[in-house]
């Protein structure tokens, strides 16, 4: 299998690849449906190696030039996991954040912090999964007062995502540890609460792990069409199904039989609701693209509070450029990512909190998903200083 590049230069050349991606159901990185493909813009596509000897003769007798950013997938996830198996497994005290973790490890390191840092962490279960895990938050934050304001926080919506994951941890991590020494850290936490969801498609990304590196979706069975899982980001009940999502089964932006139709999905929409009043910033962690985006996703409108929310998301982008130069573009997810219908930062907005975002961390493509686990520590490290800028805004007044 390979993943090429190709900029479509003219709407001919659009309407080729729309065909041609939909005809042989490639599984499209970037944008994440053909539908999304337009003049001008990149699409990251994962070409199976027997319709590689197909499309690529036949992209190249269309005079349409693509790129080969990975020629060898299998090769390039072997590197990723190689030394995987024998992995020293040291005490949780000796956790390491600078590799990606399996579910179970991920739930064991909740649970190890659960009794560790009984003071500033609390650990519980906003429901089970489709195929019946429990789907884990922490509560982190100082008990200084009966109510507090609070951030929510998840990753992994999307399973082949790794790197959220990787950035939830992180972010615990920092907490945990600079809580002391760092006064920014210590005025969150006493503040503030921060929900943690560190794996939202607990079965997903479980699966990513044991059976398909690029899978997507959740995975709750289709009977009709013999396919498994929903787009997670499209099973909201935010101008659900409209544009950008797909009625199909087995497209990878399948919005579900109806909104909601997702234990996972609905297990955190019904949190959220319940503690709307208290919850002042979502904050959702994504890959690949390198951009902050805010509402609207479903739609070209300017939100009524825009201007607190741009200028937290300029600030932030700048804070994270600080420490390695990554620059990542901003804007409203509809002009600045694409059109797309039912997704939760539109949804967490609609339903009246008032800072909503969606991270799309490294990189923009040379790696696409398989982020090499050298990079989680630069990665982690700026997104925390965009997460702290949004998070010193919110308690700032913002007129």
Known sequence: ???????????????????????????????????????????DVRVPQNTSRSLLPYLQQANIHYTILISDLQQAIENQTAGRSHRNRRSLSGYNYEVYHSLEEIEDWMHYLNRTYSDLVHMFSVGKSYEGRPLYVLKLGKRSRPYKKAV???????????????????F?????????????????????YFYIMPVFNVDGYHFSWTNDRFWRKTRSKNMRFHCHGVDANRNWKVKWCDEGASFHPCDDTYCGPFPESEPEVKAVAHFLRKHRKQIKAYLSFHAYAQMLLYPYSYKYATIPNFNCVESAAYNAVNALQSAYGVRYRYGPASSTLYVSSGSSMDWAYKNGIPYAFAFELRDTGHFGFLLPETLIKPTCTETMLAVKNITLHLLKKCH
């Not at 929510?152 to 992180?170: L, N, S, T, V």
């Not at 809580?179 to 210590?186: F, N």
Request: with cysteine; charged share 25%.
């Open 1 to 43: 299998d390979k993943v090429i590049r190709v900029v479509p230069e003219s709407e001919r050349e659009t309407q080729i690849l729309r065909a041609a991606f939909n005809r042989l159901k490639v599984d499209l990185w970037q944008p994440s449906s053909p539908f999304h493909i337009v003049e001008g813009t990149v699409a």
């Open 152 to 170: 929510w926080i998840d990753c992994g919506i999307h399973a082949r995502e790794w790197i959220g994951p990787a950035f939830c941890q992180w």
């Open 172 to 192: 615990v991590k920092e907490a945990l540890q600079t809580y002391q020494t760092d006064p920014d850290m210590r005025k969150m936490l006493t503040q503030l």
